[in-house]
């Protein structure tokens, strides 16, 4: 390539950016020596530089707003909101988040189309990681607590293993997914501080990218199972979640009361 | 005269947005895991904040600290298996600088602001150990040494991946310029 001792893998090597600043050594010399008389060395260094101002220049956004409160209240030693909340007691909660939820979406609502491609598409990312692994509703419970804004209760199955849950954002707002693994098939257990267009009180069926949703609205929630399972036992699981929700239980602090369900002896 | 030393408050505050952007990255742009990676490494840094003896050291331990709640995520998370990256010996390194080859067209308009959302969509295709050390240099600027420090890796290491990573980010672009042109 050029008169110079340097290889081109060795002038490349020399050169390789991210090592900061450093001293006209004779090997830097030689490299850029090398360089400037080698057009493929040249046209290496421009395609490194231009992948490096890509990836630069790709993303400047800011953190949200809401991020920003809820880490530097954390910081500034105030326990989160969340957790305040869940001291009061699941009934007390509930009712704040469903006046919340009727303050914050007075008028307004998704659409079913945007709720079912919510559930399948979140479904379908089951194994994506993130969230919390676990098979103990009280430490899956206490994960969600600081981190959804009304309380969540984590129902288990007879015949189903809880895996864990994790996080969605649905209409700038975060959700919670609890997922369950039943007879092999993975089953998705959303609760949404959302309303919808004509919020149904009664359970409502769809499917949708090869799998099933039942959903309904209870206190102010939506609430979605989402699954591979036959439509009779995800129905089957909705029902019981609904009914659980339906009954009176003790505060979450500490270890909450959860109660095992068995949809499928009914 | 010593400059005193910032709280933890004015530490996030300075770098609360760069902490998500790579919060981000390192979770493929799903905005509500990178959110709660944030509040846990966050969480972490309250803790340990009495810890911090340099202050200077303020913005790279809150990274580390964003990076390693991450890696430990992943490892404990049992039902993600992601295949582990190969790293180069020096050898290969220098091997695979001698044998690179130019992008099949030009790169040029990657830089471009009106073509971010591409390029972050091809970065998201880029394995996990790549991606990570790519973001870390190129979008926050840290030094090979510095991120090789943070990830418990030889510098060498760094900068191979480095390397096999902007190659990756380059056919991500590439396939995406050919699906759009097909």
Redesign the interface.
């Known amino acids: 390539m050029t008169g110079s001792l340097l290889t081109c893998a060795q002038a490349r090597r020399v050169l390789w950016p991210g090592q900061g600043p450093r001293p006209a050594s004779p090997d830097v010399l030689a490299a850029q020596e090398h360089v400037a008389g080698c057009a493929p060395c040249s046209a290496f260094f421009v395609e490194q530089a231009t992948l490096g101002a890509a990836v630069r220049e790709s993303d400047r956004r800011s953190a949200p707003d809401a991020l920003r409160r809820r880490v530097l209240a954390m910081v500034r030693g105030g326990r989160q909101p969340a957790l305040r909340k869940v001291a009061l007691g699941v009934a007390a909660t509930v009712l704040i988040a469903a006046g919340a939820v009727a303050i914050w979406w007075p008028d307004r609502g998704v659409s079913e189309r945007t709720i079912l491609s919510l559930f399948t598409a979140e479904h379908q990312r089951l194994v994506a990681g993130g969230g919390i692994s676990s098979g103990d509703p009280a430490e899956v419970t206490r994960w969600f607590a600081g981190r959804v804004d009304f309380a969540l209760r984590i129902p288990e199955f007879a015949g189903g293993a809880l895996l864990g849950g994790r996080l969605c954002m649905a209409d700038g707002h975060r959700g919670a997914i609890v997922e369950y693994e039943f007879e092999g098939q993975m089953v998705s257990y959303f609760v949404l501080p959302l309303a919808v267009r004509g919020a149904p009180a009664e359970l409502r069926h769809a499917a949708q990218a090869g799998y099933r949703v039942v959903w309904w609205m209870q206190d102010g929630l939506l609430h979605g199972v989402v699954g591979g399972l036959p439509a009779e036992r995800l129905e089957q699981l909705a029902k019981w979640c609904r009914e659980l929700l339906g009954k009176p239980s003790g505060p979450l602090t500490g270890r909450p009361r959860s109660a095992v369900l068995q949809p499928w002896e009914g | 005269m010593e400059s005193p030393r910032p709280t933890?408050?004015q530490l996030?505050?300075a770098h609360?947005?760069a902490?998500?952007?790579t919060a981000?990255?390192l979770?493929?742009g799903?905005?509500?895991?990178a959110?709660?990676?944030?509040?846990d490494a966050?969480?972490r840094?309250?803790e340990g904040y009495a810890e911090l003896r340099d202050p200077a050291a303020g913005r790279s331990w809150l990274f580390t600290i964003l990076v390693r709640t991450h890696l430990n995520?992943?490892r404990?998370?049992?039902?993600?298996r992601e295949s582990l990256a190969v790293d180069l010996s020096e050898a290969a390194?220098?091997?695979a600088?001698?044998n690179?080859r130019?992008?099949r067209s030009p790169?040029?308009d990657?830089?471009r602001?009106d073509?971010?959302d591409r390029?972050?969509a091809a970065?998201h295709r880029v394995d996990d150990a790549y991606r990570t050390v790519?973001?870390l240099?190129?979008?926050e600027?840290?030094?090979?040494?510095d991120?090789a420090e943070l990830l418990d890796v030889p510098e060498g290491t760094?900068?191979s991946r480095?390397?096999r990573g902007?190659q990756a980010?380059?056919a991500a672009l590439e396939r995406r310029e050919g699906d759009m042109t097909a």
């Open positions: 933890l408050e996030l505050d609360l947005d902490l998500y952007r981000l990255r979770c493929r799903r905005t509500a895991d959110e709660d990676l944030v509040h966050v969480a840094a309250v995520r992943d404990t998370r049992r039902r993600r390194f220098e091997d600088l001698a690179w130019p992008a790169l040029d990657a830089a602001t073509v971010r390029v972050i970065l790519v973001w240099v190129d979008a600027e840290w030094r090979l040494r991120v760094v900068a480095l390397y902007r980010l380059k």
